[in-house]
């Protein structure tokens, strides 16, 4: 049995955000072609054999419904100079297909979008979905990789706010 916090969402969200984390682009494909784009900072790698990685997303998140029905989904590791797609696709109110407007991508394995310009790009088909809360854990299998090589950092967030990795992040 689970008792009352002492503290509320926001205090609980502020004190999360003093652990700096990459922040990725998810894309995704369902079966009927509607696609999903959108920003994800809960990502990590799970398995090295086979290779699985996961992320979260809240089921209360306007890509949520495409992300429960896509066989296929792709992340995307930001750049730092890759600030402007992340807060597109952290836009709330666009669809899919308006969030990928003015973004380079091309179709990648069963058609789900891929952005060729991300230094590193993981795609792969959708293993278990575990509800926890108002978020899912959505974990994939592996089965395509893109590596192009970068001396860009990744794109960080940090109590937030976008920041550049061993920046002054200070206040």
């Given at each position: 049995m689970m008792?009352?916090?002492?503290?509320?969402?926001?205090?609980?969200?502020?004190?999360?955000?003093?652990?700096?984390?990459?922040?990725?682009?998810?894309?995704?494909?369902?079966?009927?072609?509607?696609?999903a784009a959108l920003t994800v900072n809960s990502f990590t790698s799970v398995s090295l054999t086979p290779p699985k990685v996961l992320f979260c997303v809240a089921t209360s998140s306007s890509s949520f419904r495409v992300l429960m029905e896509s066989q296929r989904i792709a992340i995307h590791i930001?750049?730092?100079?890759?600030?402007?797609?992340?807060?597109?696709?952290?836009?709330?109110?666009?669809t899919g297909p308006e969030k990928l407007g003015g973004v380079a991508w091309v179709?990648?394995?069963?058609?789900?979008?891929?952005?060729?310009?991300?230094p590193a790009?993981?795609?792969?088909r959708r293993d278990e979905v575990i509800t926890s809360g108002d978020h899912v854990i959505v974990l994939l299998d592996i089965d395509h990789v893109h590596l192009k090589p970068s001396r860009v950092p990744a794109l960080s967030f940090y109590r937030g706010r976008f920041v550049a990795p061993n920046a002054d992040i200070a206040e």
């Open positions: 008792t009352e916090p002492l503290f509320d969402s926001a205090e609980f969200r502020q004190v999360c955000g003093h652990f700096p984390t990459g922040v990725t682009a998810v894309t995704a494909v369902a079966t009927d072609g509607a696609v930001l750049s730092q100079e890759q600030e402007d797609v992340a807060r597109r696709f952290a836009t709330s109110g666009l179709p990648g394995p069963d058609g789900v979008p891929l952005l060729p310009a991300t790009v993981l795609a792969g």
